[in-house]
Every structure is written in C-alpha cells, then in structure tokens.
C-alpha cells in the first residue's frame, strides 16, 4: 500500500511541476507582451510621427535631424511622447541647448 502511495506522490509531484511550469511560462509571455506593447508605445515610429508635424521643426532641418539622433535613446523618447505639444519644442530645444552635458 505505502509503495503504491509513494509512486503516486511522485506523479502528483511531476504534475505539480509541470503546473508550475506552464504558470512561469504563461507569466513570462504575459510579461513580454506588455514589454513589447511598451516599446511599441515608446518606438522612433510614435516620435517622427509626432515631429512631423510639429510647427518650428522643419523637416532635414538642425532642430529635425538632432531630434531624430535624440529618438535613439528610449528613455528620451518616453520624455518626448509624454510631453505636451506646446513644451515639446520647448524641450527639444532645451535638450539640444544642453548636449553632451548630461
């Protein structure tokens, strides 16, 4: 009687386990579609987006092409995006003002 108990335990075990498993797998895939969601949220894409149309940048311009080198950081980009219109130029300009001093 004990041993058949014992071998069941260890089925159980196993499919706990394997419970387990698919827990950290599905939390791992859930953790990586939110990340990817935010950086779909953050992407260079969402910034030209916006930048193209921002009065004072004309595109190919000094303002446009740092503002295009800036993007490649992401946490700037967040800055960019959560600004409001009105301060974003006022923003960009700032971060060009202080270049390399940061």
């Known amino acids: 009687a004990k041993k ?3 071998g069941g335990g260890k089925v159980g075990g196993a499919s706990t386990m394997s ?3 698919e827990r950290l797998v599905a939390a791992y895939e859930a953790r990586t579609t939110v990340k990817s969601d ?4 953050y992407s260079i894409g969402a910034c030209m987006e916006l930048l193209k149309v921002m009065p004072g940048v004309p595109p190919g311009g000094e303002l446009w092409c740092f503002a295009t080198r800036l993007f490649m950081n992401r946490n700037k980009r967040e800055m960019f995006l959560a600004l409001n219109d ?3 130029l006022v923003w960009l ?3 060009k003002l202080t270049e390399g001093n940061i």
């Open 86 to 88: 009105d301060l974003r």
């Open 19 to 21: 419970l387990s498993i």
């Open 4 to 6: 058949g108990k014992k």
């Open 38 to 41: 935010a950086d779909k949220a």
């Open 93 to 95: 300009n700032n971060e």
